[in-house]
């Protein structure tokens, strides 16, 4: 029996699903706005929104669902997927029910990825 076959060497990549190409093949309008889930240290997890528009008022909606959700969060700058917002604990429901009803985004435009 080779250690292939054995369930528990098979890693997990949430970001496996994802396409390079729907980041940037896109309009703004069409872009589609992922939400995944990175497991940090045993329980401890954190939540990753981005794929929301360049012009968009991060500070604000950042700033909205911290108060809401009662969590942490951040906003981090990365060149190739430009700004992404963090939040801690599994708050993918929270957060896509919230952009759902404000309508930022559409369910066509939400990919929620993770277990």
Not at 37 to 55: A, D, F, H, Y
Not at 62 to 78: A, E, M
Not at 87 to 115: N, P, Q
Request: charge should be positive; glycine fraction near 6%; aromatic fraction near 8%.
């Amino acid at each position: 029996m080779s250690a292939s076959h054995i369930q528990n060497f098979k890693t997990f990549d949430a970001f496996a699903d994802s396409n390079e190409q729907e980041h940037f093949s896109k309009s703004t309008t069409e872009q589609i706005v992922h939400i995944r889930i990175q497991k940090r240290n045993g329980r401890k997890s954190i939540t990753i929104v981005e794929g929301l528009p360049k012009n968009f008022k991060f500070k604000k909606l950042l700033s909205t669902i911290k108060h809401k959700y009662c969590c942490n969060g951040t906003l981090i700058n990365d060149e190739q997927l430009g700004t992404v917002l963090q939040f801690s604990g599994d708050k993918r429901k929270a957060v896509s029910e919230f952009l759902l009803e404000e309508g930022i985004v559409t369910k066509d435009t939400l990919k929620i990825h993770g277990f």
